[in-house]
């Protein structure tokens, strides 16, 4: 459904080579057999959306691994492999058999991202760089030894962690690096010492834009000034009981307003997540509960769904405006435009209460010059109150069991609402003008007619 209204490009996730996808046991005898069967099924069905996989190696098979430290609900073992030559088996028969399966200049077209979050210790023991170096180092050389072409990167540190340090290893090791890929949230907490913490601070819808420059200027002042720069997570908090971060109106405005500030400096940003069917902390903990998605479990769209689905019906060329929020495209005839008001909190609450926000409505007139003749403007928007499933369940009485009435209710409450549709003359000039609430939306279709 996400796929169809949107039409993403790239798709990551955690866990191709957990023991519950079958990718390798160990025989009587003490050799590693290789079993990719759930591998293609799960890579495949991401090419039939229309995607390319964005792999990311990990976590640690049991039999290769050695230690027993494992994180998330599926008890996924995250230390370093005891033998280096069998992990580095293992990943050639992997990629091999990737090629052999949907063709070399297909893998080719995918990124390769080695581990996840190794800066953190619930994910790498001990949050040990130097080890996760020798992977990195190990595995890379692997991919590259079977075809030159597939690109392979890391380290897929939260935080923008350990850029700097992965650029230096590679370039005093002289050790291939496709790309850095990275991860951040606009909040932060103790989680770089691998604990949980409710003490997470907020540091402003600003702080997206001033990361990934940073990054991106590590990258262009390295040895590496090609490197791509892939951001493989990225949202609000990283808290999974967030509802007002995750779940409200201020998600979706929070998306548009870090799209338009980063323009093109990143290579991919990867928004984390489709949806609330999230295995990390196992079943869903209610319709709306703070977790990562576009949609909730039941597929019901959240306010920051439209955020995506709005985008992507944007024509392809931009019709430059010096307005920070909005984005106005035109075919040659007829135009499309989405325009915003985000509003950042004065106070946040990342237990499932509502933040404070400094609320201020939004008067704005659009100019749009050269036209003449007859024109259709229709136009949607969303906000607290309209097109938003969120405090339509609030409204509810928060419901934790939805029935079949609940979820056709909500995904009622979801659509947007048309609040204009008319036909306007323009002579040389066209205006458009709204009044947004805190942290609204409203997309316009302007037809020749």
Request: hydrophobic fraction near 35%; proline fraction near 3%; include cysteine.
């Given at each position: 459904m996400v796929q169809k209204a949107v039409g993403f490009k790239q798709c990551r996730f955690h866990g191709i080579f957990n023991d519950w996808m079958g990718c390798c046991k160990r025989t009587d005898e003490g050799a590693i057999v290789t079993n990719f069967v759930n591998v293609d099924?799960?890579?495949?069905g991401i090419l039939d959306l229309g995607m390319k996989p964005f792999v990311e190696l990990g976590f640690m098979p049991e039999v290769l691994a050695s230690g027993s430290q494992t994180c998330f609900h599926y008890?996924?073992?995250?230390?370093?492999?005891?033998?280096?030559?069998?992990w580095c088996d293992f990943i050639n028969e992997f990629v091999q058999h990737l090629i052999d399966q949907f063709g070399k200049n297909e893998v080719c077209t995918w990124r390769f991202e080695v581990w996840n979050e190794p800066?953190?210790?619930y994910f790498w023991e001990g949050a040990d760089m130097d080890e996760y170096f020798k992977l990195y180092e190990?595995?890379?050389?692997t991919i590259k030894s079977i075809d030159a072409g597939i690109r392979v990167g890391g380290p897929a540190t939260s935080?923008?962690?350990?850029?700097?340090?992965?650029?230096?290893?590679?370039?005093?090791?002289?050790t291939p690096l496709d790309f850095i890929s990275t991860h951040h949230y606009s909040s932060d907490s103790a989680l770089e010492i691998g604990l949980p913490s409710t003490e997470i601070m907020y540091f402003g819808q600003k702080k997206m834009l001033n990361d990934v420059s940073m990054v991106?200027?590590?990258?262009?002042?390295?040895?590496?000034?090609?490197?791509?720069?892939?951001?493989?997570?990225?949202?609000i908090s990283p808290v999974h009981n967030d509802r007002f971060g995750k779940d409200s109106e201020f998600t979706m405005t929070f998306i548009l307003q870090t799209l338009k500030d980063l323009g093109d400096i990143p290579d991919s940003?990867?928004?984390?997540?489709?949806?609330?069917?999230?295995?990390?902390?196992g079943p869903g903990e209610g319709p709306y509960s703070g977790k990562y998605g576009l949609v909730n479990i039941h597929g019901i769209p959240k306010p920051a769904f439209h955020a995506y689905a709005f985008l992507s019906q944007l024509f392809d060329h931009e019709h430059l405006t010096d307005n920070e929020s909005l984005i106005a495209t035109t075919d040659g005839e007829n135009f499309r435009l989405l325009a915003w008001n985000h509003c950042e909190p004065s106070s946040h609450d990342f237990s499932g209460a509502d933040w404070i926000i400094n609320e201020k409505e939004h008067h704005?007139?659009?100019?749009?010059?050269?036209?003449?003749?007859?024109?259709?403007?229709?136009a949607w928007q969303v906000d607290r109150t309209m097109g938003n499933s969120y405090r339509a369940w609030q409204e509810m009485g928060e419901p934790f069991y939805l029935t079949k009435k609940n979820i056709e209710a909500l995904n009622q409450a979801a659509e947007p609402v048309l609040v204009k549709d008319e036909i306007v003359i323009a002579d040389s000039d066209l205006q458009v003008m709204h009044t947004l609430p805190t942290n609204a939306l409203i997309y316009y279709e302007i037809s020749a007619c």
């Open positions: 099924k799960a890579y495949q008890k996924a073992n995250v230390t370093p492999p005891r033998d280096y030559t069998e800066d953190l210790s190990a595995t890379v050389r935080k923008n962690a350990w850029v700097r340090e992965m650029l230096a290893y590679c370039e005093s090791t002289n991106r200027q590590l990258i262009d002042d390295s040895a590496f000034p090609t490197a791509e720069l892939h951001y493989t997570e990225w949202n940003y990867s928004f984390w997540a489709i949806n609330d069917i999230f295995e990390e902390s704005e007139t659009i100019q749009l010059h050269g036209l003449n003749g007859r024109y259709r403007i229709c």
